[in-house]
């Protein structure tokens, strides 16, 4: 079985999406020891945002780059994805990703009943963070987001492991990176 983990925070040691979707993948790992894991830093290692120029493939490096991501993710069973809210939405790191793995006729496809998603059968948890409080909030342009486009790509089973509330104080940023750690997700749904 085989789990890609990403993070995307911009606050290296300090992050509390990193230090959550370190302890899901260490859970998963010690649950399942034969589990392939693949990382990406999305902070360290970008992807270039999506141009007219990357579109037309006209980068060899950029073109081998984008195919191994599309690759990782299509073979991928389980996600692990350190997303915090950046301006009410993702980090534009994550973005870019998400860019290159949207991809018309490898991950969707429209059909004469609308789109269909076709990265069905993967799980995929969320390390999501958040200043502030948007759980049921219209605010909230980032946990939505991340469940409609992984939805249209056929990503349906997906569980989120939310810190939110952190900048209100140093205990509630403590309280609520401990409710985060209770609540990962046992991997039992998949077999090794
Ligand atoms: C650039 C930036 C933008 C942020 N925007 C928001 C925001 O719109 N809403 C919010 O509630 N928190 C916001 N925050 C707070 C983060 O969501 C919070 O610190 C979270 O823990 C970030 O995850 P990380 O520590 O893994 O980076 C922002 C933080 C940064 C650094």
């Known amino acids: ?6 993070d995307s925070s ?5 992050s509390v999406t990193r230090e959550l979707s370190a302890a899901i993948v260490a859970r998963w790992q010690d649950k399942l020891p034969r589990l392939e894991v693949e990382y990406r830093d999305l902070d360290t290692n970008p992807l270039p945002h999506l141009t007219g120029q990357s579109l037309a493939q ?3 490096a950029e073109k081998a780059d984008a195919a191994r991501v599309l690759e990782q993710f299509l073979a991928a069973d ?3 994805i350190g997303a915090p809210m950046y301006n009410f939405s993702v980090p534009s790191t994550l ?3 998400i ?3 949207a991809v018309a006729g490898k991950t969707f496809r429209y059909t004469e009943n609308g789109p269909e998603g076709l990265a069905k059968g993967k799980h995929l948890i969320i390390a999501s963070g958040r200043g502030g409080l948007h759980t049921g909030a219209p605010t909230d342009f980032q946990e939505a987001y991340l469940r409609q486009v992984f939805g249209f790509l056929g ?3 997906i569980d989120f492991v939310r810190a939110e509330g952190v900048a209100y104080s ?3 940023r403590t309280d609520a990176i401990a409710a985060a750690l209770a609540s990962i997700p046992e991997p039992t749904r998949l077999a090794a």
């Open 78 to 80: 389980v996600l692990v």
């Open 155 to 157: 990503v349906t089973d």
């Open 10 to 14: 911009a606050l290296g040691t300090a």
């Open 99 to 101: 860019d290159r793995i």
């Open 170 to 172: 140093p205990q509630h």
């Open 95 to 97: 973005k870019a990703w």
């Open 58 to 60: 006209s980068d060899p």
């Open 1 to 6: 079985m085989k789990l890609l983990h990403l």
